[in-house]
């Protein structure tokens, strides 16, 4: 991970991370493999504090952000110098996106 990597979220995420509390963004791969294909997505998701010690737990590294926390895995990624988090919104569902990370 570069040193001088910057998080910048969006204004409508600061928002919503305001509104509800929310402070602590985990960056994880998900994987699919079975005998017919294997599927390896990037998750980004907010976690509460039980599931911040589960990933710290499990060796992911703590970066400090001006809005919260990002914690991130120890396998590498490819990161960008700036990665940006954004608030999805579908009807009801709210989700986070990630530019400046790949798989």
Known sequence: MKDTMKFVYDDKLREYMEKTGK?????????IDNSDFEITELHVHFVDGRMRKKFIDQRYRAVETDCGEVLLPH????????VTFKLKKFLFMTSISATGIKV
Do not use: G, H, M, R
């Open 75 to 82: 396998f590498p990624l490819e990161f960008a110098d700036t």
């Open 23 to 31: 402070k602590t963004i985990v960056v994880e791969l998900v994987q």
